[in-house]
């Protein structure tokens, strides 16, 4: 079965009769030949109306060139059109005289209109496998086919002579898709009224194939005329943001494209994708200079070019102004005021007036950063007095924001005993065995940025002084002070003397560097 556009009926009646082709190879009696006739019938009915139809669109294609002043090159569209349609006729007619000659050879017709030799399976087989009208039948099939693919240039015009393995319905079946055209169509123990079916059959793949064949050539009339037939409403807003209570204003009109023309569109020279005679524009919006409102005047050149009337090539162009808004950057921090050097300052920035277009990079200049996991967060290291960050969005800068760099507070020094912290002013009664050294953080700094507070002290001396002179001492090594070596030459009126030698500061990725600035360095103890 050849392709193109078919109705409902003739689909049905096509498979129809491909099934009832294949029910042939089993030899199926009666009531097959009965429906072989019925499917004739329609075939022949269906073919008269679509005959009708294409002559028509013959007459539509001539009356369409005229009222267009009959230019040359419709002119020669409507030659082909007629040249398809003689073809066609010549073809259909020399299909018939088969099925004339195939019905003579069969005893006739009677007077009812009853096939004689509807039942013979001979005749068939004879005249087009072995006297080979088949294969002459198939070369002037295919050579339609590409006849109307020379005219048209609509490669998608079908061969419709096809053997048993280019068809879907036989490739499949060992026991068709060895059999070429005519053994497949008129082979052995095909009946005289099967074969009727075929031809017929092969008059509607013709037809079908005229139709596309017209379709395609009326398209070419006018083809290079601007014809507006694609019209939609369009809106020209003055702004799509309205503040409540304010008018909003914009002119409303009709735009209108040609479907059989592409135009070519640019947008500062550069070519455009162009969808239904409407060009895509996208571009990233880049900063300007913004006014005192945030808001930056930019434009680009817009070109369409479509080829008028009489093939002259126009091009429209226009010079589209718009608004480039300043993004509004919302920075989250615990400190946004001021950041503290060395140290992990975690930001969120966002900038809500991009939505889903954010994809925000980042730049530190006096310092370095980290690319926080969600989106907008960063980790500021400051490493110097003052950081500048810089913020893009897809390669493009949104803006900037500079902080102040805070030094981090000194942590105190506290002295423990069992009990809690040592009253400095009261001293210990009795020499302690140990004691522990605390570096506790600023109660803010540990606040805005406890990941980088914990302090250690990891090295001390301790001395045992009498009378303003040592008599002992020991170096710990960590916070834990083990004084017992001390504790037994102590006296009352003694003095353990603490001067803290290092301090350490665990930072927000956990290493670990020397703190220099922490206080008091010496602490005195009176031992009671």
């Not at 294609?61 to 409507?78: F, M, P």
């Not at 996991?373 to 390669?395: D, F, H, R, W, Y």
């Amino acid at each position: 079965m050849a392709g193109g556009k078919q109705s409902a009926r003739d689909k049905m009646i096509g498979m129809m009769y491909l099934v009832l082709t294949a029910l042939l190879a089993l030899q199926v009696s009666n009531s097959v030949l009965e429906k072989f006739i019925f499917i004739n019938q329609a075939f022949e009915a269906t073919n008269e109306n679509k005959i009708s139809n294409n002559a028509k669109k013959v007459e539509s294609i001539q009356q369409t060139v005229s009222d267009a002043g009959n230019r040359e090159k419709d002119l020669a569209v409507l030659t082909k059109a007629q040249e398809v349609r003689a073809s066609t006729t010549k073809i259909l007619k020399e299909i018939e005289a088969y099925k004339v000659e195939l019905v003579a050879r069969t005893g006739g017709v009677t007077e009812t209109g009853v096939y004689i030799g509807q039942k013979d399976i001979d005749a068939s087989s004879a005249m087009f496998v072995t006297e080979k009208e088949g294969d002459k039948l198939k070369d002037k099939l295919n050579g339609y086919s590409d006849f109307l693919r020379t005219v048209t240039g609509d490669e998608s015009i079908n061969d419709i002579a096809k053997d048993a393995k280019d068809i879907s319905v036989f490739k499949d079946d060992p026991n068709q898709n060895t059999k070429g055209f005519s053994e497949l169509n008129f082979g052995s123990s095909t009946p005289m009224v099967g074969a009727l079916a075929s031809l017929s059959q092969f008059q509607s793949d013709v037809i079908t194939e005229e139709t596309k064949a017209l379709e395609n050539l009326a398209r070419q009339v006018g083809a290079e005329d601007l014809k507006f037939d694609q019209i939609v409403p369009m809106v020209k807003p003055q702004s799509k943001v309205v503040a409540a209570g304010t008018k909003y204003e914009a002119d409303l009109f009709i735009a209108a494209s040609s479907s059989s023309v592409t135009p070519t569109m640019t947008v500062d020279g550069e070519e455009i994708e162009v969808i239904g005679g409407m060009g895509k524009v996208s571009f990233t919006a880049t900063p300007g200079n913004y006014d005192k409102s945030g808001n930056a005047t930019k434009s680009f050149i817009g070109a369409i070019s479509v080829k008028m009337p009489g093939g002259r090539d126009t091009t429209f162009v226009d010079t589209i102004e718009y608004i480039v808004s300043k993004p509004v950057m919302q920075i989250q921090s615990a400190s946004v005021q001021a950041l503290y050097l060395n140290c992990g300052n975690e930001l969120d920035v966002q900038v809500p007036a991009m939505g889903t277009a954010y994809n925000p990079s980042f730049n530190t200049k006096g310092g370095t950063n980290i690319k926080g996991s969600q989106k907008g967060e960063v980790v500021i290291i400051p490493n110097s007095a003052k950081v500048t960050l810089s913020v893009s969005s897809n390669g493009n800068l949104i803006g900037t924001q500079d902080f102040k760099v805070k030094r981090i507070p000194k942590p105190e020094i506290v002295v423990y005993e069992k009990g809690g912290p040592v009253n400095l002013k009261r001293g210990v009664k009795g020499a302690p065995r140990s004691l522990k050294l605390a570096a506790e953080p600023d109660e803010s700094f540990a606040q805005f940025l406890p990941k980088d507070a914990k302090f250690r002290v990891a090295e001390s001396e301790v001395n045992l002084v009498r009378a303003g002179r040592s008599v002992g001492s020991v170096r710990p090594k960590g916070p834990d002070l083990n004084l017992s070596s001390l504790a037994s030459q102590a006296r009352a009126g003694d003095a353990l003397v603490i001067e803290v030698k290092k301090v350490q500061r665990r930072n927000f990725k956990g290493d670990i560097e020397n703190f220099s600035n922490f206080g008091p360095k010496i602490i005195t103890i009176r031992i009671n």
